[in-house]
């Protein structure tokens, strides 16, 4: 859990964020709620009950890790940001890497360190489990997103191309 950030509209008057793993029912209702507009922001439908249903199904199945960040002044509020993760293998060195899969910061809680916060509490969880990298991706023209995740020492990797081969025919909405 961190904790610390400052979140206000108000000069001289700040709110500390607090976040923390969803991993019950009660911590997830919430977090879907977030988790469903970051995925109507890229144009994705479904609604609130599919995306408890689908985190719920990660969490419980171990596959993904869910992270809510809330203002602490704002109890029974929705989270203003959210982030998952996941553990990978990571074979050439007989270890174990993460991979932050999703990172969102409601529109009006942006540019006040929550997405910071929400990256920093990623950061410690994998180097708590021993994993020797934090990897993610993000699209390039995202300059928002690569600033801040430059700025917390992430860095491109070169040489390298990402590939996708879909599995599975998307639904059309």
Do not use: I, K
């Not at 020492?153 to 998307?170: H, I, K, M, Q, Y």
């Amino acid at each position: 859990m961190r904790a610390g950030a400052g979140v206000s509209d108000t000069p001289g008057r700040e709110d500390e964020l607090r976040v923390r793993t969803c991993d019950t029912d009660e911590t997830l209702a919430p977090a879907s709620v977030v988790f469903d507009r970051y995925r109507h922001h890229y144009g994705e439908s479904g609604g609130e009950a599919l995306a408890l249903g689908w985190l719920s199904e990660m969490v419980r199945s171990n596959l993904l890790t869910v992270y809510s960040a809330s203002v602490t002044s704002q109890v029974g509020t929705l989270p203003v940001g959210l982030a998952t993760a996941h553990a990978v293998p990571a074979s050439l060195v007989l270890g174990r890497s993460w991979q932050l899969r999703d990172l969102y910061v409601l529109p009006e809680a942006r540019r006040r360190g929550v997405a910071a916060a929400l990256v920093g509490a990623v950061r410690d969880a994998a180097v708590a489990s021993g994993a020797t990298r934090l990897s993610l991706l993000t699209e390039p023209g995202n300059r928002a997103a690569l600033d801040l995740y430059e700025g917390l020492g992430f860095r491109p990797v070169e040489g390298l191309t990402s590939l996708s081969l879909d599995l599975a025919p998307r639904a059309t909405t």
